[in-house]
T-cell receptor, first 114, second 115 residues
Framework: EPEVTQTPSHQVTQMGQEVILRCVPISNHLYFYWYRQILGQKVEFLVSFYNNEISEKSEIFDDQFSVERPDGSNFTLKIRSTKLEDSAMYFC????????????FGQGTRLTVV | KQEVTQIPAALSVPEGENLVLNCSFTDSAIYNLQWFRQDPGKGLTSLLLIQSSQREQTSGRLNASLDKSSGRSTLYIAASQPGDSATYLCAVPPPPKGGSEKLVFGKGTKLTVNP
């Protein structure tokens, strides 16, 4: 069964360093997302991406964040200068046709900023 | 602004019991509602997507119902097993007219099924 895959599963980084989280969405999906979950809190939306551009972003998704689809399969989230409060589980998701269709999530990348 | 609430926050039941998890949302103008399962430290596994035109959706021992007018959904789990122990999340997209794609999640119900 097709699935969304994310790498790495865990990442520890020092404050101020750049990190890139990687995702391979399901191949026939057209909409891509990043969400995050701080420990003990709700899953919250970061950004959606469609037709090679950001379609929506949340207040959390400030200038420190960027997304890219460098080729036909990968979808990345970059955090330029990590802060302690960026520590969270980051989930990539994809769907065939946006909000009207089922979203499939990856297993997540646990980011720890020290 | 869409808000999603799940009650109870935690539930502990003996194996074999049938149970109901609740989800409520503030804006009834939704495309659909999705239920997920999350194991500790893991990702989100989609369980069921119930469209706004549907009242029920079934998958194995799981049955989700949707009452848009009252802003509620329930997830019924029949004959619970220890392997069902996980956190169950519901999520809805915003109203169609807003053009948003994001899902709004509840905080989840942590289910423990005791052998």
């Amino acid at each position: 069964e097709p699935e969304v895959t994310q790498t790495p599963s865990h990442q520890v980084t020092q404050m101020g360093q750049e990190v890139i989280l990687r995702c391979v969405p399901i191949s026939n999906h057209l909409y891509f997302y990043w969400y995050r979950q701080i420990l003990g809190q709700k899953v919250e939306f970061l950004v959606s991406f469609y037709n090679n551009e950001i379609s929506e972003k949340s207040e959390i998704f400030d200038d420190q964040f960027s997304v890219e689809r460098p080729d036909g399969s990968n979808f990345t989230l970059k955090i330029r200068s990590t802060k302690l409060e960026d520590s969270a589980m980051y989930f990539c998701a994809s769907s065939v046709a946006g909000a009207i269709t089922e979203a499939f999530f990856g297993q997540g990348t646990r980011l720890t900023v020290v | 602004k869409q808000e999603v609430t799940q009650i109870p926050a935690a539930l502990s039941v003996p194996e074999g019991e049938n149970l109901v998890l609740n989800c409520s949302f503030t804006d009834s103008a939704i495309y659909n509602l999705q239920w997920f399962r999350q194991d500790p430290g893991k990702g989100l596994t989609s369980l069921l997507l119930i469209q706004s035109s549907q009242r029920e959706q079934t998958s194995g021992r799981l049955n989700a119902s949707l009452d848009k007018s009252s802003g509620r959904s329930t997830l019924y789990i029949a004959a619970s097993q220890p392997g069902d122990s996980a956190t169950y999340l519901c999520a809805v997209p915003p109203p169609p007219k807003g053009g948003s794609e994001k899902l709004v999640f509840g905080k989840g119900t942590k289910l423990t099924v005791n052998p």
